[in-house]
């Protein structure tokens, strides 16, 4: 099974993907972790990237490409993926299509995260990453406690571009080129739509029902 999450920044998209992976044994994809690797290379690819990514401009499809093709190649992570952040306009979904039925796997969900602005804004201005183990957390809404987070508050850090100015942009992006993404996979029947405002946990839930219902 393969599930690509759909929703704006800040939606929880990476919290359930790291849920799903620990109860589901699968893999998480996110392209912006990816990205943020190749910054971390400082390398010449990763300074461009981090430009872009700090206006909350997309970064080129050729370059998002060229990272999915090495991962859908994977006979190890064979529809055993999550998708995080990808496809973010209809060009990569269109080319996400004819590289998983080349590599013989298969989309089997798309589940869409509904959420407002204002609670985007809220979840992106709070959101903490811990630098160690990449779990997601939230100072407000999801703290990093004793009992959720071995590691301690010492390796959480913040996103440099989880800030008022860039969400607006990051925002508008989204709204511009990868909403019309739904109408793409509404019309191949893959589409799941999840309140996506309710406590994670009941997000999670919606979200086990619809992948048992599928494995049936
Ligand atoms: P994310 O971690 O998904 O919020 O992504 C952080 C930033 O990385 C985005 O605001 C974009 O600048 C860039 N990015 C991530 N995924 C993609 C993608 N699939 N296509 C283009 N840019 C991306």
Redesign the pocket.
């Known amino acids: 099974m393969n599930i690509i999450l759909f929703g704006p ?1 800040g939606a929880g998209k ?1 919290t359930q993907a790291d849920k799903i992976v620990q109860s589901h044994n699968m893999f998480k994809v ?4 990816l ?1 943020r690797k190749e910054i971390g290379k400082k390398s010449n690819l990763g300074d461009k990237i981090k430009l ?2 700090n206006k ?4 080129s ?1 050729d370059i ?1 490409n060229n990272l999915i093709i090495k991962i859908l190649s994977d006979k190890k992570l064979y529809n055993k993926l999550i998708f ?6 209809l060009t ?1 979904a269109e080319n996400l299509n004819s590289l998983i039925s080349k590599h013989n796997q298969k989309i089997s969900c798309v589940l869409s995260l509904n959420v407002d602005k204002e609670i985007i804004i809220k979840r992106v201005l709070g959101r903490q990453t811990c630098s160690k183990c990449g779990l997601i957390f939230n100072e407000y809404f999801n703290p990093s406690t004793n009992d959720n987070h071995p590691c301690g508050d010492k390796f959480l850090v913040k996103r440099s ?1 989880d800030n008022e100015k860039i969400i607006l942009n ?1 925002f508008e992006n989204y709204m511009e080129k990868t909403l019309p993404i739904l109408d793409f996979y509404k019309k191949l029947n893959l589409l799941y739509e999840i309140n996506g405002k309710a406590k994670i946990d009941e997000i999670f839930k919606q979200i086990g029902g619809i992948i048992a219902s599928l494995e049936t």
């Open positions: 920044p990476g996110s392209t912006g972790d990205l872009l990514i909350g401009e997309f970064v499809d998002i995080d952040g990808y496809p973010r306009n990569q571009d990051r």
